[in-house]
């Protein structure tokens, strides 16, 4: 800061005793002062603020676009303020700034086309940016974008270039039309010419403060770059959404490509599954008829041998049905062939004795009473003549009845027995030896007759059954084809009804190509009705086939 104004005059006075005269001059100067009563003056040192200075020197030099790393720039008055003592006295010194090169604000450039540029001629220039032309003789200075823009008329100029521009960028999307796949290249080709306008207007700020100008670039470059990292983001998304699309739109194509080919397969499929049905059914129809016949055959064999065992039965015994559900059929043996054999092994003892006694043999007595019960019985079954076994049938009937019912039995039956001096077993055994000695010796002639009968009888019964059964069988075939001719007559009248509506169907997807879900759903209807009555007609024929069998076994 240097020394005070008062105390120059001294200093100089006594600096230039000391340079001129040296010693001498001082002290003609004070000749009535020794050396050591002279005043002393105090010796002054220059007052200098190094950190100031620093201070002072860098933002001299500095350039107003640079910004510290640490953020937003600090005054050079707050920061000399900062280095200053507190209890030290303090000078204004603001006037050490006040050179033109130091006021200037530090505004950017323009980027604004030269086409946009904005000019005003007049016939004097009005500063140094005025440039004369001599084509008109006038003196042009540009007014937009000015260099030092901080005027209204800069702003309404700058509103106006903004509008004029997005007009144009409007009427070039308007003349390309773009599609909605293309918004992404439109905003990106937008984002130029909003980075020009806020870059103007930084412009305008930066030339009332810096700070503020800065502050606004930076955060239109960041918003600008976090909008380019979202945009690009959208377009990866894009394309990769574009290529699902196109493999979803290949996998509709080939649905509908086989959508369509089935279409036009469905009527030859829905024919070819009804013939391999119909073929089904009727090869299941004939096996059915074929096991009928057999199992009708089969019955009818049944019931001829269950009558001829009715009509034997009815021959034997004519009032069975009347004692058949007695309580005697409870108290019956059912397993006495041992027993039997016992006692037809001891009548063919006693027997064999009482020939021996007249010198005459039996083939009975070659059995011998060591063999066993059953072949005893099979040789008896062989051998016994049909009066001795209607006598022992009639025997194991009576021995379950009660002892009074079977005096009074016998009483009913005393007069058929021949009255004789014999005791009554030894004329029972007498009656059954001289049956069983005549029996052999004339049943075996008797028999032949017999047979011979009733084979001539049995065979012209047979032919007049075989007639019957052929008039018959006659009349059954005349029905068979009368009903054949019926069902065919249905099953074509339904597979016509199929046929047009299997055309009909042809006809619309021909025609429309497409098919409706109702026609579907009748032609699908009307296939599972014509196929369960083919598979209810098996069923139904067999009814009136066991209604023929019926009506036939009946008639004969």
């Known amino acids: 800061h240097g020394p005070r104004p008062q105390q120059r005059a001294p200093m100089a006075a006594w600096r230039g005793a000391a340079a001129g005269g040296g010693?001498?001059?001082?002290?003609?100067?004070?000749?009535?002062?020794?050396?050591?009563?002279?005043?002393?003056?105090?010796?002054?040192?220059?007052?200098?603020?190094?950190?100031?200075?620093?201070?002072?020197?860098?933002?001299?030099?500095?350039?107003?676009?640079?910004?510290?790393?640490?953020?937003?720039?600090?005054?050079?008055?707050?920061?000399?303020?900062?280095?200053?003592?507190?209890?030290?006295?303090?000078?204004?010194?603001?006037?050490?700034?006040?050179?033109?090169?130091?006021?200037?604000?530090?505004?950017?450039?323009?980027?604004?086309?030269?086409?946009?540029?904005?000019?005003?001629?007049?016939?004097?220039?009005?500063?140094?940016?005025?440039?004369?032309?001599?084509?008109?003789?006038?003196?042009?200075?540009?007014?937009?974008?000015?260099?030092?823009?901080?005027?209204?008329?800069?702003?309404?100029?700058?509103?106006?270039?903004?509008?004029?521009?997005?007009?144009?960028?409007?009427?070039?999307?308007?003349?390309?039309?773009?599609?909605?796949?293309?918004?992404?290249?439109?905003?990106?080709?937008?984002?130029?010419?909003?980075?020009?306008?806020?870059?103007?207007?930084?412009?305008?700020?930066?030339?009332?403060?810096?700070?503020?100008?800065?502050?606004?670039?930076?955060?239109?470059?960041?918003?600008?770059?976090?909008?380019?990292?979202?945009?690009?983001?959208?377009?990866?998304?894009?394309?990769?959404?574009?290529?699902?699309?196109?493999?979803?739109?290949?996998?509709?194509?080939?649905?509908?490509?086989?959508?369509?080919?089935?279409?036009?397969?469905?009527?030859?499929?829905?024919?070819?599954?009804?013939?391999?049905?119909?073929?089904?059914?009727?090869?299941?129809?004939?096996?059915?008829?074929?096991?009928?016949?057999?199992?009708?055959?089969?019955?009818?064999?049944?019931?001829?041998?269950?009558?001829?065992?009715?009509?034997?039965?009815?021959?034997?015994?004519?009032?069975?049905?009347q004692y058949r559900d007695s309580h005697i059929k409870n108290h019956i043996p059912t397993q006495e062939r041992a027993m039997l054999a016992k006692k037809k092994q001891l009548l063919r003892s006693q027997t064999s004795g009482v020939r021996s006694d007249a010198g005459g043999g039996s083939p009975w007595t070659s059995i011998r009473p060591s063999d066993s019960s059953a072949a005893l019985a099979t040789a008896d079954d062989e051998d016994m003549p049909p009066e001795v076994a209607v006598a022992e049938d009639f025997k194991r009937l009576l021995a379950v009845m009660a002892p009074d019912r079977r005096k009074a039995i016998g009483q009913e039956l005393s007069f058929i027995a021949e009255t004789t001096g014999m005791s009554p077993p030894r004329q029972t055994q007498a009656v059954r030896s001289a049956m069983t000695t005549s029996g052999r010796q004339s049943q075996k002639p008797q028999q032949a007759a017999a047979k011979a009968l009733s084979t001539a009888q049995e065979e012209e019964q047979i032919v007049a059954l075989r007639e019957e059964v052929k008039q018959q069988e006659e009349r059954i075939r005349g029905l068979r084809e009368a009903i054949y001719q019926i069902e065919a007559q249905q099953v074509a009248a339904e597979q016509a009804k199929v046929d047009a509506s299997a055309r009909a169907g042809a006809a619309r997807l021909a025609g429309a190509g497409a098919v409706d879900e109702a026609d579907v759903a009748m032609v699908a209807g009307t296939d599972y009705d014509i196929a369960s009555r083919m598979m209810a007609e098996p069923g139904k024929r067999r009814r009136n086939k066991r209604d023929r069998a019926n009506f036939s076994s009946t008639a004969t």
């Open 23 to 321: 010693m001498g001059a001082a002290e003609r100067s004070y000749p009535s002062q020794s050396r050591r009563d002279r005043p002393r003056l105090p010796r002054l040192q220059p007052h200098v603020n190094k950190q100031a200075q620093r201070i002072i020197a860098s933002h001299m030099n500095a350039d107003g676009a640079a910004v510290p790393a640490g953020g937003l720039p600090v005054s050079a008055l707050a920061q000399l303020d900062g280095t200053a003592p507190k209890t030290a006295r303090t000078h204004d010194i603001s006037h050490l700034c006040d050179r033109a090169h130091a006021l200037a604000p530090q505004v950017p450039p323009t980027l604004v086309d030269e086409k946009y540029h904005v000019y005003e001629a007049s016939f004097l220039p009005k500063d140094s940016t005025s440039v004369y032309d001599d084509r008109d003789g006038m003196w042009h200075t540009k007014v937009f974008p000015s260099s030092a823009p901080s005027s209204r008329p800069d702003a309404i100029m700058l509103d106006h270039w903004i509008s004029s521009v997005l007009q144009e960028y409007q009427a070039q999307l308007d003349a390309s039309r773009p599609s909605k796949g293309e918004l992404a290249r439109n905003v990106e080709g937008l984002v130029p010419i909003l980075s020009v306008a806020l870059h103007e207007v930084v412009r305008q700020v930066m030339h009332q403060c810096a700070e503020r100008g800065q502050a606004l670039d930076r955060l239109w470059k960041t918003y600008v770059e976090l909008f380019r990292r979202v945009l690009r983001q959208m377009q990866t998304s894009q394309a990769e959404q574009k290529t699902r699309t196109a493999a979803a739109q290949q996998k509709l194509a080939a649905a509908k490509e086989e959508l369509s080919e089935v279409r036009r397969n469905h009527p030859i499929n829905m024919h070819g599954v009804i013939a391999s049905l119909e073929e089904s059914f009727a090869r299941k129809q004939e096996e059915f008829d074929e096991e009928l016949a057999r199992n009708e055959e089969d019955s009818a064999r049944l019931k001829a041998d269950m009558k001829s065992q009715v009509r034997e039965l009815e021959v034997w015994y004519p009032l069975f049905s």
